[in-house]
């Protein structure tokens, strides 16, 4: 017995090391899980509608994916959001972002504040706009499950995680012609070549390329 532990401890740790990086999984790169980052309009839309029928809490699930979508929130964006920073009756959601973003003030769209309204309704006097049942806020974790498993649901061709949120609202953006400097804005960007790479992806600068 001793005398196998002492074979063990004359191998360099410096080898131990390698064997174990070597049979370690390795993450494969993005592109091999799937073809693009970005969700299109109608994807999210089916998204939101798979959120809807899994579980009991269909309605904040779905309004968790809207707000993240529509605003461009981040994981941690979204699940630190509270009450204080919307204001219903005005239309507005002031984003503190982080990573050394720029933070802003956006306006909420009618299907927004019916669906926050509800769910103000569903889990009252809670400082956290997403909570769980134990009225704590959502973790990230909890969040990835629940775009993952709608990913699931809506049958998308490619596995989903939150970030494509993310990368869904500033595409939609950028198709939509808005301003290169206002998407930098709105996603708070502070270095707008972060905010170039949608305008990259947006189909509608080719639009006059060919006359049929």
């Known amino acids: 017995m001793y005398a196998s532990s002492s074979v063990v401890l004359q191998f360099p740790v410096r080898n131990i090391k390698s064997i174990a990086k070597k049979n370690a999984l390795v993450r494969l790169k993005n592109a091999d899980y799937r073809s693009r980052e970005y ?11 798979a959120a809807k ?4 809490h269909g309605h904040r699930d ?12 981040r994981v941690s964006e979204l699940v630190n959001l509270r009450w204080d920073q919307v204001d219903l009756h005005q239309g507005l959601i ?4 982080l990573k050394r973003g720029t933070s802003s003030v956006h306006p909420l769209r009618g299907t927004e504040v019916v669906a926050l ?11 956290y706009v997403f909570c769980s049942e134990r009225k704590t806020p959502l973790s990230a974790d909890a969040f990835r499950k629940i775009i993952f498993r709608a990913g699931q649901v809506a049958n998308l061709p490619f596995s989903i995680h939150p970030h494509m949120m993310r990368h869904a609202c500033g595409y939609k953006l950028a198709q ?4 290169t400097r206002a998407i930098q804005h709105y996603l708070g960007h502070r270095n707008i070549q972060h905010t170039v790479r949608y305008t990259q992806l947006s189909a509608e600068r080719f639009k006059n390329f060919w006359q049929d």
Do not use: C, F, M, W
């Open 176 to 179: 939509a012609g808005q301003d």
């Open 62 to 73: 779905a309004t968790l994916i809207l707000l993240s979508y529509r605003h461009g929130l």
């Open 53 to 56: 029928r899994v579980g009991r």
């Open 39 to 49: 969700l299109t309009e109608p994807e999210v839309d089916q998204l939101i509608a």
């Open 94 to 97: 002031h984003i503190n972002r």
């Open 117 to 127: 309204n509800r769910l103000n309704a569903d889990y009252p006097k809670l400082h």
